[in-house]
């Protein structure tokens, strides 16, 4: 039971974490488009901090898993991990949104 309930807690901070990575990265691209580039950049930090956070839970994950004992592996484990891989895409994606944005500014003064 201690084992399902930790699986379920790791399971949820990746969702929660990876969501609100993806989060933070779409309000960095409304910043930027705004021409808030501080805020826009800082929304990207704000994203990084998130996956580093869903990061340390698949790390500790592995670690067990190296370590023997075996996750069961779920459809909301399958979902969380998704979860976490479509949000590091997405920040991948927005910080060259941003770039392009502070690039299109630049260009007009």
Do not use: C, P, W
Not at 31 to 57: I, P, R
Not at 70 to 82: E, G, I, N, R
């Amino acid at each position: 039971m201690a084992d399902e309930i930790e699986n379920q807690t790791v399971i949820m901070s990746l969702i929660i974490n990876g969501g609100n990575a993806k989060g933070s990265a779409f309000q960095a691209i409304h910043a930027a488009k705004d021409g808030h580039f501080t805020t826009a950049d800082q929304k990207l930090k704000e994203a990084d901090s998130y996956l580093s956070q869903a990061h340390n839970a698949q790390t500790d994950m592995l670690t067990k898993e190296a370590n023997g004992d075996h996750a069961k592996m779920s459809l909301l484990m399958v979902h969380a991990q998704d979860h976490v891989m479509t949000a590091i895409t997405f920040r991948d994606l927005a910080g060259e949104i941003v770039d392009l944005y502070k690039q299109i500014n630049q260009s007009r003064s």
